[in-house]
């Protein structure tokens, strides 16, 4: 991203909100070629298309969106793409980088503290939050995939889910869109993934664990043992000794793990 904000103009922002707000049924057709976030209106109008850049059979094809001929219903949202110089030695940084930048963004939004249960979830008061997957298929990408509660989840979740899950809504009793948390998630991750080979965002990461000093389970296929997490390496392992003395550092895939009750 090269952009400071990811709204049009104030002036248009204003405009689209007078008229979303006079014609409930007004559909807005997007022409940015980049991400774009709406402020303040989005909830007014009756439908918003994003055409991105969509050469000379543009208008044809968004005729045939709005009267129905062609459901472009199914296909990923948004995707946001950034060409990154890296190399393997980096790429396992990438899921704590996003972790980091998705408690800023949730902290930054919601006044809350965000916490990071290593190595991909993000954690309030105790509870989920937040997931990270990150996929890879070097070198030709990198996806990584952020799934954030906004809202209430306590009519959609199963009881025993409710003591490990939440959401920003149960935990502050505030209510935001979908686009307020893009627009801040966008900026967060803009700026930690700038650099890979730049380390210095462990400091936060590892502030921010709700791991380190805990005895926990490990889980690492059929065997489950206990150790206490004594802290975070410079390749965010999870760095853990057993009660016999030993230590060990634990790599992302290899296990989950489960705070003790």
């Known amino acids: 991203l090269d952009r400071y904000s990811l709204h049009f103009e104030n002036y248009i922002d204003e405009i689209l909100r007078f008229y979303a707000a006079k014609c409930k049924n007004m559909a807005v ?38 009267f129905g001929k062609v459901n472009p219903s199914g296909k990923l949202a948004e995707t946001f ?6 190399d393997m030695e980096h790429i396992g940084l990438v899921t704590p980088r ?29 509870k989920k939050v937040c997931g990270i997957l990150t996929e890879a298929s070097l070198p030709d990408f990198l996806v990584i995939g ?65 791991l380190i000093g805990r005895d926990v389970n490990v889980h690492s296929g059929n065997v489950t043992y206990s150790a206490l997490v004594t802290g975070i390496d410079d390749s965010a392992g999870l760095m853990i000794r057993l009660p016999s003395g030993e230590e060990r550092v634990l790599r992302t895939g290899e296990v989950s793990v489960r705070v003790k009750a």
Do not use: H
């Open 98 to 126: 996003a972790a980091v930048a998705a408690a800023r963004a949730v902290e930054r939004l919601s006044g809350a503290k965000a916490d990071i249960k290593w190595v991909n979830d993000i954690y309030i008061s105790g």
């Open 29 to 66: 057709i997007m022409q940015t070629g980049t991400a774009y976030v709406p402020y303040r209106w989005d909830a007014d109008a009756g439908a918003i298309v994003q055409m991105w850049l969509s050469g000379e059979a543009g208008g044809k094809a968004i005729a045939d969106v709005l």
């Open 146 to 210: 952020i799934g954030i509660n906004l809202r209430s989840v306590k009519n959609i979740f199963p009881d025993d889910l409710l003591d490990i899950v939440t959401s920003i809504e149960d935990e502050t009793g505030r209510i935001f869109m979908p686009s307020e948390m893009a627009d801040v998630l966008l900026t967060e991750l803009s700026g930690i993934v700038e650099n890979l080979q730049d380390r210095d965002f462990l400091t936060e990461y590892r502030k921010r664990s709700c």
């Open 81 to 86: 793409p950034r060409r990154l110089r890296t």
